[in-house]
């Protein structure tokens, strides 16, 4: 038998030849053989701190995470256990009874108990911590007085643990979706490992060293292994989840990318396997030669301007109202958002825990010009440069704002400069009132209050600074309803102050569009974007 040797010079030579013609594989190709997801995030967080969150760009994180006392499946209604395996509701609707399920284990192995969950509460409601979203601890007993520093008797707030597995809150009043406020779409009650926490000094303080790769302790299905800001954050499973065995994720990698042209290419070209969002320039070929990768849905989102009431001329509600009344809405959203949001016209979007607001925002260009000369600023003069701060979120947003700015030019003729700024920056500038107008979004729970909570005097997230002595009393009717009928009329009511007095001026309501690769299974878009990483796999598309 003859053998055939090839030189070693001539078999590189080959070698290099094959590696040169073969294409280089994409990481989404890679990953099916190691059940890695490659996410965009849209933004790089500004903390993995669960009860600091302020930013969309942290929360899929965290719910990959951390996990709540239940969870909301992927269809976006359904209430499925969490860390508690059943609970109970009382009849008259104010307390609710959590019995956790047995062997829960934090990620490096201690024993995750009900006393754990009360001291996470402690910690969520320290003054210092910061915690945001007042309407989302409200109803429970003695929890606004304990956050705003009236008292410091933990006592008295309306959250305990009679024993190991079980975890009561009592409430102040009735609140229909508080299975929700305790869910895998909030923040309340996902627990932080106090004893890591306190190591490294963060009980006090919002963030810290415990939240880096090696010191940050979680309970949900995965744990963080690897941060590199502005690059990727990398969750790995947690084999000590108590529910691990659905996984079949093996790590999903969470990329930054705020601008949705980027991301999009970075899809197309096989770097991820979902995007955030889809430009609209996008859209229309994607619907015509690629429709089994759209995923589409309508979400709980309002995207509004907010104005500093505190910040002359806008301290004149007649000033708001006119520059509400020149905004064409429907021109501003299309000019963006074509096919991938409904124009807004109330704070609320209609169908939020089944409530239908008034739809009360018009356009009127000539009120508009007769409320500003009213003001003292008619056509125009006189009136102050004035800023619009946003995100830098890509051109969908940017278009919206140069609508903005020519509709204000034309009808009112003041003169509006475009400021964009990264996400966390924004964010911070309004909680500093650091801002003139400012473009930005929120992501309600599935309940009015949540979003109306935004103007509700001396709240944390009320960035607008304006208060209203019926707002409030609209408010205090709310929480003392003793129907469904009654919560939704007080609604109302608010909704009428909002369009009045133009503290916000919403814009429209986001549908969530994305893309998604074949090979990922399990996906459902929902109202809440929210993700069940345990329902997600990967599996070559046919």
Known sequence: MRVSLLRPCAAVALLFAFTACTKRETPVAASLRTQTLHFGNLAEPATLDPQANTMMAEWEILTALFEGLV???????????????????????????????????????????????????????????????????????????????????????????????????????????????????????????????????????????????????????????????????????????????????????????????????????????????????????????????????????????????????????????AFALATNRESATTAGFRGRAQTARSFVRPGTGRFEPPQLATHDPAEAKRLLAAAGFPDGRGFPAAELRLSTGGSDVTAVAEILQQQWRQVLGVSVSLLPMESKVLIASLYAHDFTLAMSGYFPLDDPSDMLARAEKDGPANFSTWQHPQFEAAGAEVRQAATDADRLAAFAKMERLIAEEVPYLPLFHLNQVHVVHPSVKGWRANRFAQVDWRELWLEAPE
């Not at 305790?182 to 926490?197: D, E």
């Not at 989840?241 to 980027?262: C, M, N, Q, T």
């Not at 849905?297 to 806008?314: D, G, V």
């Open 71 to 321: 969870n909301v499946a992927n269809d976006g209604v359904t209430i499925l256990p969490g860390m508690a395996e059943r609970w109970e509701i009382s009849a008259d609707g104010l307390t609710y009874t959590f019995h956790l399920r047995r062997g829960l284990q934090w990620s490096n192995g201690d024993s995750l108990t009900a006393p754990d969950i009360v001291e996470s509460m402690r910690r969520l409601l320290n003054p210092a911590i910061g915690f945001s979203s007042v309407e989302q601890i409200d109803p429970i007993v003695g929890a606004r007085a304990y956050l705003t520093g009236k008292t410091k008797d933990f006592s008295t707030v309306g959250v305990r643990a009679p024993d190991p597995s079980t975890v009561e809150f009592r409430l102040a009043y009735r609140a229909p979706y508080f299975l929700v406020l305790v869910s895998n779409t909030a923040f309340i009650c996902m627990p932080v490992h106090v004893a890591s926490v306190a190591r490294f000094g963060g009980l006090d303080r919002r963030g810290g060293k415990w939240t880096l790769p090696g010191n940050l302790v979680s309970n949900g299905p995965f744990v963080l292994k690897t941060w590199r800001p502005n690059q990727v954050i990398v969750a790995a499973r947690n084999e000590r989840y108590w529910d691990s065995k659905r996984v079949r994720l093996s790590e999903v990698h969470f990329h930054p990318i705020e601008d949705p042209g980027a991301e999009e290419r970075a899809f197309r070209s096989g770097q991820l396997h979902t995007t955030w969002g889809l430009p609209a320039s996008k859209l229309d070929a994607y619907q015509r030669t690629r429709p089994a990768e759209l995923s589409q849905a309508p979400i709980l989102h309002t995207q509004y301007i907010t104005f500093n009431c505190s910040r002359p001329p806008f301290t004149d509600p007649r000033v708001r109202r």
